[in-house]
Nanobody, 126 residues
Framework: QVQLVESGGGLVQAGGSLRLSCAASGGTFSGFAMGWFRQAPGKEREFVAAIRTTAIIDTKYADSVKGRFTISKNNSKNTIDLQMNAMKPEDTAIYYC??????????????????WGQGTQVTVSS
C-alpha cells in the first residue's frame, strides 16, 4: 500500500514562494497520476495541479494557480514537488498530495484519487 507524506509547508508573505514535496513510502509513483489538492477552512477540497508520471510527462493546473505554481517529478529524490511562486493570501490552505490509478489522464476530481497524504499547512500573510 502506498503511503504519501507531504513536506515543505509553512508561513510565507504575499508574493513569496514555497516548495512542497510529496514522498511515497511502501511503493513508487509508477502507475499513478499524482495530484495536489488544497482545502481552506469552511471550503471544499479543490484541485490545484496534477502530473502524469509515465514516460510522457503531462501536467494540469487549476486556473487560479496557472502561471504561478509548477508541479514536477523529482527523479533524484523520488518526490512530486509543487513549486509555488507569487503566492497570495487566498492560497492559504492545507495542501494534500494524492495518487490516482488513472495514470494516463490525470483527473481533477478528488473522488478519482485513492491514496492521500496527511496534508501540510500553507499560510500566506498579506
Amino acid at each position: 500500500q502506498v503511503q504519501l507524506v507531504e513536506s515543505g509547508g509553512g508561513l510565507v508573505q504575499a508574493g513569496g514562494s514555497l516548495r512542497l514535496s510529496c514522498a511515497a513510502s511502501g511503493g513508487t509513483f509508477s502507475g499513478f497520476a499524482m495530484g495536489w489538492f488544497r482545502q481552506a477552512p469552511g471550503k471544499e477540497r479543490e484541485f490545484v495541479a496534477a502530473i502524469r508520471t509515465t514516460a510522457i510527462i503531462d501536467t494540469k493546473y487549476a486556473d487560479s494557480v496557472k502561471g504561478r505554481f509548477t508541479i514536477s517529478k523529482n527523479n533524484s529524490k523520488n518526490t512530486i514537488d509543487l513549486q509555488m511562486n507569487a503566492m497570495k493570501p487566498e492560497d492559504t490552505a492545507i495542501y494534500y498530495c494524492a495518487a490516482s490509478n488513472r495514470a494516463y489522464n490525470p483527473p481533477t476530481a478528488p473522488s478519482e484519487y485513492y491514496y492521500w497524504g496527511q496534508g501540510t499547512q500553507v499560510t500566506v500573510s498579506s
